[in-house]
T-cell receptor, first 114, second 112 residues
């Protein structure tokens, strides 16, 4: 079993829809949670990061962390065709120097149709 | 600030050869991490360098090695290339705080 599970999709939605992307994880010690967006043939771009449980909002994006359920989510409101990309969740294990050793989910391919 | 840069962007090698990839981090960032991305295994952590010292290491064979220079630039070397080493190799830099890593565009390595 992988430490981080993420449905690879693809997920296809119409423009304007609310998109929900999710990851589950097995290591209860994870403390830092990130979402990256990766366009085709590009490097991942940091979208959101949260520490421990709770919500964080940035424009059309909301990140949620539920540590009790070991479940994280990214919501995209009013989705646009430019949001079409692969979304990767990432987590950071604790321990000295562990912050920069990210463990990624498989990534979910999202397509937003006009 | 300029972002993370990686050279070369594309590389074709044959089995048994070795390859060196280069990464220049964001100015002021002292941590450089390397990842391998493949369709089958996704993004996997290779190693991290901080102030010229390897601080973290992933589960890759010893054929994969790296180093960091005093200006924080980093190189990654893969010796005795195998077909399975074909991948996108990504470099990420961080100021060292909270794992906020910023990725470069990657080097796409094809091993024939």
């Amino acid at each position: 079993q992988k430490e981080v599970e993420q449905d690879p999709g693809p997920l296809s939605v119409p423009e304007g829809a609310i998109v929900s992307l999710n990851c589950t994880y097995s290591n209860s010690a994870f403390q830092y949670f990130m979402w990256y967006r990766q366009y085709s043939r590009k490097g991942p771009e940091l979208l959101m990061y949260t520490y421990s449980s709770g919500n964080k909002e940035d424009g059309r994006f909301t990140a949620q962390v539920d540590k009790s359920s070991k479940y994280i989510s990214l919501f995209i409101r009013d989705s646009q065709p430019s949001d079409s990309a692969t979304y990767l969740c990432a987590m950071s294990p604790p321990g000295a120097g562990g912050y920069n050793k990210l463990i990624f989910g498989a990534g979910t391919r999202l397509a937003v149709h006009p | 600030k300029a972002g993370v840069t990686q050279t070369p962007r594309y590389l074709i090698k044959t089995r048994g050869q070795q390859v060196t990839l280069s990464c220049s981090p964001i100015s002021g960032h002292r941590s450089v991490s390397w990842y391998q991305q493949t369709p089958g295994q996704g993004l996997q952590f290779l190693f991290e360098y901080f102030s010229e010292t390897q601080r973290n290491k992933g589960n890759f064979p010893g054929r994969f090695s790296g180093r960091q220079f005093s200006n924080s630039r980093s190189e990654m070397n893969v010796s005795t290339l195998e077909l399975g080493d074909s991948a996108l190799y990504l470099c990420a830099s961080s100021s060292g705080d909270l794992g906020l890593q910023y990725f470069g565009p990657g080097t796409r390595l094809t091993v024939l």
